[in-house]
Antibody, heavy 123, light 110 residues
Framework: QVQLVESGGGVVQPGRSLRLSCAAS????????MHWVRQAPGKGLQWVAL????????HHADSVKGRVTISRDNSRNTLYLQMNSLTTEDTAVYYC????????????????WGRGTLVTVSP | QSVLTQPPSVSAAPGQKVTISCSGN????????VSWFQHLPGTAPKLLIY???KRPSGIPDRFSGSKSGTSATLGITGLRTGDEADYYC???????????FGGGTKLTVL
């Protein structure tokens, strides 16, 4: 059974950094592209980034490009999201999600999701 | 402002059918596969439909998906109060090199 457990959220001041983690189990982590998606309070889902199964291909949303970096450690079955220069606009629940199909090809949208971790950026 | 356009809300009575539309363009829906997600507050979003019209195992056939040109539609028949949730369409946008979602549609089962 696919399990994705996000951690690392919390309250942080504007301008600071935070690293989110997503621990994966129940599937061959190294075979799947992974996504981060967020939901700000009262808003809809917003895609943040994806990384291919081998870590070579990465795409980030324009809204976070240059401040946010997705990475993974296949030896630890863990996905990461490094977020720098945080602003109040980054306040959201952050979800990690496994792609629909195994392999590194794109497009390959989200299928299985974690329950999310809340990031609050506040002075 | 979302790249994909969905109605903010839809409603119908228990047992009835409802459809939710998702409108995009040739960079996204027109040339890529559409997914649909159900999201209840405080829970993990759930994939209902992928590749326009395929259901993952465990998703009942009350849920269906279709695509025509640059628009997609989610259909739900035999509505139940448990179907009350937010529904999102999602698709890869080849011009943006990004996954994009609709703004979400809140389903109310009256």
């Amino acid at each position: 059974q696919v399990q994705l457990v996000e951690s690392g959220g919390g309250v942080v001041q504007p301008g600071r950094s935070l690293r989110l983690s997503c621990a994966a189990s129940g599937f061959i982590f190294s075979a799947y592209t992974m996504h981060w998606v967020r939901q700000a309070p009262g808003k809809g889902l917003q895609w943040v980034a994806l990384i291919s199964n081998d870590g070579i291909t990465k795409h980030h949303a324009d809204s976070v490009k240059g401040r946010v970096t997705i990475s993974r450690d296949n030896s630890r079955n863990t996905l990461y999201l490094q977020m720098n220069s945080l602003t109040t606009e980054d306040t959201a629940v952050y979800y990690c999600a496994r792609a629909t199909f195994s392999g590194s090809y794109l497009p390959n949208g989200p299928r299985d999701w974690g329950r999310g971790t809340l990031v609050t950026v506040s002075p | 402002q979302s790249v994909l356009t969905q109605p903010p809300s839809v409603s119908a009575a228990p047992g009835q059918k409802v459809t939710i539309s998702c409108s995009g363009n040739s960079s996204n829906i027109g040339n890529n596969y559409v997914s649909w997600f159900q999201h209840l507050p405080g829970t993990a979003p759930k994939l209902l439909i992928y590749d326009n019209d395929k259901r993952p195992s465990g998703i009942p056939d009350r849920f269906s998906g279709s695509k025509s040109g640059t628009s997609a539609t989610l259909g739900i028949t035999g509505l139940r109060t448990g179907d009350e949730a937010d529904y999102y369409c999602g698709v890869w946008d080849s011009s943006l090199s990004a996954e994009v979602f609709g703004g979400g549609t809140k389903l109310t089962v009256l």
